[in-house]
């Protein structure tokens, strides 16, 4: 286990060693930012390295980013009060990458919903939670605690061309 502190960024990270017994290969990876905007680019970067060193396809790694750079944007700027703090996790496997953002919730504010549609294209903002479920081969919304938790999976298989099957789910 590796594990770096720097300000208020913490980050742990786990790499499953060589074993005799038949273990699932990959990265688990957790980081807690702070709710600002200007960690949104770190957290995106250590993402593209975990995919990156995991070899997972471009397409596939493409996807996942935008994904996961909508799911922290909106936790940051919807979810989490001023000074409070977003929990990012990352799992890749060798057929799997899973993105889970966590905010911490602010008075007032329920757990939101996927709209069906986009809203109007004169409007500036309202697309982040659907471009992450269309992007995403699975979606999971729902209250956590005080605030809202958004899971996104995406499959290697899909990362390659193949059109994803999405699965959504909310508590």
Not at 3 to 23: I, N
Not at 30 to 37: I, Y
Not at 77 to 87: D, I, Q, R, T
Request: glycine fraction near 8%; hydrophobic fraction near 45%.
């Amino acid at each position: 286990m590796t594990s770096y502190t720097a300000d208020k960024v913490t980050v742990q990270a786990t790499r499953e060693p060589a074993r005799v017994t038949p273990v699932t290969p990959g990265v688990h990876s957790c980081l807690r930012v702070p709710a600002d905007l200007v960690v949104v680019a770190f957290v995106r970067s250590a993402i593209a390295a975990v995919l990156a060193r995991e070899e997972w396809p471009a397409d596939g790694a493409a996807r996942m980013l935008l994904a996961s750079t909508e799911a922290v944007t909106n936790a940051i700027e919807h979810g989490s009060p001023l000074g409070g703090a977003v929990e990012v996790e990352l799992v890749v496997t060798t057929h799997r990458a899973q993105v889970r953002v966590l905010d911490e919730g602010r008075p007032g504010i329920g757990c939101p919903v996927i709209p069906a549609v986009a809203p109007p294209p004169t409007s500036p903002r309202g697309r982040g939670l659907l471009i992450i479920s269309r992007l995403a081969d699975d979606v999971d919304l729902r209250s956590a605690g005080h605030g809202t938790q958004i899971s996104a999976g995406f499959l290697r298989a899909n990362a390659a061309g193949a059109e994803p099957q999405p699965v959504r789910r909310a508590a």
